[in-house]
């Protein structure tokens, strides 16, 4: 199958700093990526739906000055936490879509301290 | 009213028993279903996928879909110990490859 790598998989930062995650299909070209983010025993919540050459789509109650997502190329999407503060340590994971299939990436731990 | 819905669980089975999962959807226009598997601190894994009324089977693992009911389940027979994990169900939105997905069910298969 489809291979969707993420990084890094594990950060902790400090509040008020910003954290950069990367989303790379490593097989594939994806035009289209999504970014969910899942609290501890709870489900994926989508955040943003990532495409490449233009702006991304968020979800509603997602603050887009705050996950600032970039899809420079065909086979790269960045999610950056800005200004990160405790609230914001979740598992940020990745997704891209092939046929009619979701890959997901590995997930990154954001831990804010 | 949530528009994917699951028992959250915990689903305790016998190793060997059947596993039975069952998820209920609000958007009628729904088209695409999935079962994900996700172990403790990794990303979800694909089980199953089911787009048309009735049932898939794929090994030990048997979707069902009824749409006039909004409803599909997965069914995991011979369960084993490595079973165990959180399943979630997800639909497809707007036909774009946006997953929603309910809360998940936790599946605990005892030796």
């Known amino acids: 199958g489809a291979v969707v790598s993420q990084h890094p998989s594990r950060v902790i930062c400090k509040s008020g700093t910003s954290v950069k995650i990367e989303c790379r299909s490593l097989d594939f070209q994806a035009t289209t990526m999504f970014w969910y983010r899942q609290f501890p025993k709870k489900s994926l919540m989508l955040m943003a739906t990532?495409?490449?050459?233009?702006?991304?789509?968020?979800e509603q109650g997602v603050e887009k000055d705050k996950f600032l997502i970039n899809h420079a190329s065909l086979t790269l999407s960045t999610l950056t936490v800005t200004s990160a503060h405790p609230e914001d340590s979740s598992f940020y994971i990745c997704?891209?879509?092939?046929?009619?299939?979701?890959?997901f990436g590995q997930g990154t731990r954001l831990t804010v301290v | 009213q949530k528009e994917v819905e699951q028992n959250s669980g915990p689903l305790s089975v016998p190793e060997g028993a059947i596993a039975s999962l069952n998820c209920t959807y609000s958007?009628?226009?729904?088209?695409?279903f999935f079962w994900y598997r996700q172990y403790s601190g990794k990303s979800p894994e694909l089980i199953m996928s089911i787009y048309s009324n009735g049932d898939k089977e794929d090994g030990r693992f048997t979707a069902q879909l009824n749409k006039a009911s909004q409803y599909v389940s997965l069914l995991i027979r011979d369960s084993q110990p490595s079973d165990s994990a959180t399943y979630l169900c997800a639909i497809e939105k707007d036909q774009g490859g946006k997953l929603i997905f309910g809360q998940g069910t936790e599946l605990s298969v005892k030796p």
């Open positions: 958007d009628r226009g729904s088209q695409s």
């Open positions: 997704s891209a879509r092939q046929w009619n299939e979701a890959f």
């Open positions: 990532s495409n490449e050459g233009s702006k991304a789509t968020y």
